[in-house]
């Protein structure tokens, strides 16, 4: 079902003019009594409040940072402080007119857009609602420390319970807002709409991204402001995320209920610099970055710069960009002109900037100019504008005195971070509506077709032949429409998802299915594709994304490593992260399409990764995958989406679910264990027969489908009857996860041991072509060579390869 989109020779080859459309600079001309007009004295000069109260925060920082000293109260802060000092007024006004349906996510440098984005949440919220924010949030344990200290209203007292959280978690506090867990540059508290901030610089692109992606396709109230920094312009991640969020099939391909572009501002903070170097004129060739909206779609991003020194301007500017979105006509590009006194950070001694470029903007300091503005206008006098600050130091004397206390403000006991890497739930729905498909599951071409196929890989004795086997692809594909059909938010994307059917025609049958909304091609963009399914996953929806092949995780490192495996347990618990993302291992396609990286997943905290061999485990763990609420790494092998079901009676057609943990015993043994991840099984297996035959000797061979978590009982207990392993796999042999089991396994089981485990990998090479693959990844032969050699000598026994401890020897000598 291809779509109707025509690409039309005569009129692409037409000669023609590009028009492009103009892009606004500084175009703000309203005035203050014009704006008292709109939003009265009384929110104009809460502006400038909430810009003191910025101030104040940061300055407070610093001082810690720089003397360790704040209004009397000595502390040591060993953690990061990127300052945002002289940006008050592109926060404050950026958030004004906010709600908490609008969700905001930073950066590093966010302190200031958390508290401008909570106050203005306090401002608008009644104070039932507030009230039970603050006493539901972690049980209370924030509240209990402001409230026996700040009476007054409940506004002052949600003031003072922002104040204190922020603070609590740059100082790594269990009563922080992520329990000292996320710390100063991940801070977050959703029921504000404050969503994470990203150390990674750019992070926050395309995390947003899905955040506005889950928006639109599950018909949210609110947009999403993307706050990152103009030097991320420099980062692929973001350019991803710009493309992403301008994907025309919003527009020409999405049905009426879900058309239009994402809900989005990319609000560039553009303060003209990275750490040291200069964006404009040194780092970057856009001159102005609002120019970048230009490349990205027809509507140039409706990209605008935005004088973000006047807090009126910024307001301004997002009461009209949000118009736009509302019409369906996102993304919308800022460039938000601003400047940092304070440093990067503050050992920053400012050595890439003149003092004389510091002191011109410091001559416009917004807190002063806005004030003098609102004085000019009469409805703030000196007076009232020193009041603001006396009661707003005192504040923060108060708040900054209960941070730094360790007995009311303690931290976590280390042993509990633990318990927040995952949040290992079951969940059949992540909202409770009706999903929306196209046709009756029963009436699916696809369905149709696997009904007739045999369930397993025999019948009566004999092989059932390709066409007929139920395969290993199938058995994904069952999972997955099921829980289509089970959970509304579930969507699923990637390069070819569509009416390819996926890579590896997993997908095929789905296009039917579906509408554009749920299931859609995606831009080539891994990063892209892992990262908006963090931010989709981290808004309450569930995300199935997919990248064709292991070796393109390279592309999405951060979104793997970082993004997707952190956010739970830097939350401490608030996120759940149900995103499970599909890689397959090739062969045939050389070095850059064959390798296996369970190993780089297996070594990140907060990563569940699963790789399972038969179709009956693929239904199994995919069924559990998709049930949870953990982000899973499901790997799949190239060799093996045509196979049936070789260990099962059959695959049954009804609902279950395989845990993570325990690996599947696939053949019972006495003489050796043989442990293999991945569709190294089937070789081992036939190494497993040779033995037999040849040897008498009999092998229990495991299946180790999954990598973590990881039951190492059954291993041990296999140990323990046979004394001897051997681990094999298709990864590169040097560092891979066989290397981890070895070596745990010596540890448990070092007693019962009759010879050290031996690994048994791939060669330390790029993957050869495809007629020399043998050379490459194990092979049978090689694992009884690896036996003799270093287990067990086979009597009469002629190895084909050198398996010898002096070839390891000699191997690692020369790195390869
Ligand atoms: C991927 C990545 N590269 C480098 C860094 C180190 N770093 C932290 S902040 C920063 C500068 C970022 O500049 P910009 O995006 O303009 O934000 P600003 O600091 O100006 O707010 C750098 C290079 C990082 N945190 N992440
Ligand atoms: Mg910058």
Known sequence: MPKSLLVNPSEERKSRQLMIPDVPLNAYTGTVEQEVKRYGADALVG??????????????????????????????HKGPAHLSIGQESAAVGQSFLLSIDDHIYGSHRSHGEILAKGLSAISKLEDEVLE???????????????????????????IAFLLYGALAEIFGRDTGFNRGLGGSMHAFFTPFGIYPNNAIVGGSGDIAAGAALFKRINRKMGIVVANIGDASMGCGPVWEALNFAS??????????????????????????????GQTSGETMGYDVLARIGLGVNAEAMHAERVDGYNPLAVVDAMRRKREVIEQGRGPVLIDLLTY?????????????????????????DPLRTYAEALMRAGILTQGGVDRLREEIRARMQTVCRLAVDEKVSPRIEAERIGEFMFSNQSV?????????????????PRVKAIAKKVRSAFENGKPVSKNRVFQYRDAIFEAILHRFYMDPTLVAYGEENREWGGAFAVY???TEALPYHRLFNSPISEGAIVGTAVGYALEGGRA???????????????????QLSKWQSMSAGVLRMPVVLRVSVGAKYGAQHSQDWTALCHHIPGLKVVFPVTPYDAKGLMNTALSGTDPVIFFESQRLYDMGEMFEPDVPEGYYEIPFGPPARRREGKDITLITVGATLYRALEAADILEKEYALSAEVFDCRTINPLDYEPLIQSIRKTGRVVIASDACERGSFPHSLASNLTQFAFDYLDAPPVVVGSRNWITPCAEMEESFFPQASWILDAIHERVLPLPGYRPMTNQTLGELARRSRAGV
């Open 340 to 364: 940092r006194y304070s440093g990067h950070s503050p050992s920053d001694a400012s050595s890439y900037r003149d003092k004389e470029e510091m002191d011109r903007w410091q001559e416009i």
């Open 508 to 510: 095929r049958g789905l």
């Open 132 to 158: 039970r924010i603050l006493r539901e949030f972690m049980g209370g344990a924030t509240l209990r420390v402001v409230e026996p200290v700040f009476q007054g209203s409940m506004k002052d007292l949600a």
């Open 544 to 562: 199935l994304v997919e990248l064709m092949y292991c070796d393109f995780m390279g592309r999405a490192g951060d979104e793997i490593f970082n």
């Open 47 to 76: 502006i400038l409040s909430d810009m003191i109260t910025l101030r104040e925060f940061e300055e407070m920082l610093q001082s810690i940072k720089t003397q360790g000293i704040y209004q009397g109260i000595e502390y040591d």
């Open 247 to 276: 994907m025309g099939q919003f527009n020409r391909l999405w049905d009426e209920a879900h058309r239009g572009g994402l809900p989005i501002i990319f609000n560039f903070m553009n303060n003209f610099y990275g750490m040291g």
């Open 428 to 444: 059949e729905k992540m909202e409770d509506r009706e999903p929306e498909t196209l046709l009756p599951q029963e009436e699916n």
